[in-house]
């Protein structure tokens, strides 16, 4: 059987079914090409790193059995806190980052800082 990308017999691969990154695991034995293989392996690549939000949200599990950790923005009410950000783990709870962010210099000449930390 050729490819089923591009039609070539040479240098046959497996084939996942389904992405491995969202659990698939079954596989096509000689179904494409290495040339093939490899690029869609990139596009795989770009489109797990592109739902990775989605994935944690759906709790979707990858081929390991575990669900991805996704970055998230975070807001803190009363604080200018850009670049907050937190992770959602793959169990749904959102941990955050430790955060110092450099206000700039008073006029006594002191450096401002803001943040927080967090402990596990």
């Known amino acids: 059987m050729p490819c089923m990308f591009c039609g070539s017999e040479e240098n046959l691969t497996r084939e996942h079914v389904f992405p491995a990154f969202m659990g698939g695991e079954i596989e096509v034995l000689d179904a494409s090409c290495?040339?093939?293989n490899g690029e869609f392996g990139r596009l795989e690549a770009a489109l797990k790193d592109n739902t990775k939000l989605l994935l944690n949200l759906l709790q979707i599990e990858n081929r390991y059995g575990e669900v991805p950790t996704a970055k998230v923005n975070i807001g803190a009410q009363g604080m200018d806190m850009d670049g907050l950000f937190g992770f959602r783990d793959g169990q749904g709870e959102v941990n955050l980052s430790d955060v110092v962010i450099d206000r700039g210099v008073q006029p006594?000449?002191?450096?401002?800082?803001?943040?927080?930390f967090c402990i596990p």
């Open 108 to 116: 006594d000449g002191k450096r401002l800082r803001e943040g927080f």
């Open 34 to 36: 290495g040339k093939c």
